[in-house]
T-cell receptor, first 109, second 115 residues
Framework: EDQVTQSPEALRLQEGESSSLNCSYTVSGLRGLFWYRQDPGKGPEFLFTLYSAGEEKEKERLKATLTKKESFLHITAPKPEDSATYLCAVQEGNYQLIWGAGTKLIIKP | NAGVMQNPRHLVRRRGQEARLRCSPMKGHSHVYWYRQLPEEGLKFMVYLQKENIIDESGMPKERFSAEFPKEGPSILRIQQVVRGDSAAYFC?????????????FGSGTQLSVL
């Protein structure tokens, strides 16, 4: 069965303390891996798409990387406004996405 | 340029009543997806629609649930005879077309509570 597992479920960091979030997946044919950010009471907001192992993308303090079995979302020197739930999703077919349960990130000032 | 608009934001229904959730996609978008989210769980695909067509409803229960995206007006997700297990956040997302469906634009969701 295709699965997407995110870890940890929750992560508390001090402002400026860098760390990484993990997304591991088991799908037969990956067409894309997506990272979204979700704030409380809001819908997910697109961050990155990765297509092949070795690919990296950056946006401000975030960098996403991809291997054949997992993706990492690295956050460098985070600020309190980076606090959110980060969701990972994989696309196997034409459009259906399989979503992980998310990592709740809390950055304390 | 307004984003994806969902209403109502919160909907309370008693068991057995009907729930109608509305979604207006972003301007220029003709593809709509509905997802359901439970606390501490990932988004679950329900249905994918284009204007006047249901492309894939494999994630939607065959009974009590229906969806439409008419030529004019918003997409509607309809749940008949709601039960407590239907309580969840329902999100709508839109994209301009299948070639660009990788990037989905989400609404803020409708929180359905069934008493």
């Amino acid at each position: 069965e295709d699965q997407v597992t995110q870890s940890p479920e929750a992560l508390r960091l001090q402002e400026g303390e860098s760390s990484s979030l993990n997304c591991s997946y088991t799908v037969s044919g990956l067409r894309g891996l997506f990272w979204y950010r979700q704030d409380p009471g809001k819908g997910p907001e697109f961050l990155f798409t990765l297509y092949s192992a070795g690919e990296e993308k950056e946006k401000e303090r975030l960098k996403a990387t991809l291997t054949k079995k997992e993706s990492f979302l690295h956050i460098t020197a985070p600020k309190p406004e980076d606090s959110a739930t980060y969701l990972c999703a994989v696309q196997e077919g034409n459009y259906q996405l399989i979503w992980g349960a998310g990592t709740k990130l809390i950055i304390k000032p | 340029n307004a984003g994806v608009m969902q209403n109502p934001r919160h909907l309370v229904r008693r068991r057995g009543q009907e729930a109608r959730l509305r979604c207006s996609p972003m301007k220029g978008h003709s593809h709509v997806y509905w997802y359901r989210q439970l606390p501490e769980e990932g988004l679950k695909f329900m249905v994918y629609l284009q204007k006047e067509n249901i492309i894939d409803e494999s994630g939607m229960p065959k009974e009590r649930f229906s969806a439409e995206f008419p030529k004019e007006g918003p997409s509607i997700l309809r749940i008949q005879q709601v039960v407590r297990g239907d309580s969840a956040a329902y999100f709508c997302a839109s994209s301009p077309g299948q070639e660009n469906n990788e990037k989905l634009f989400f609404g803020s969701g409708t929180q359905l509570s069934v008493l």
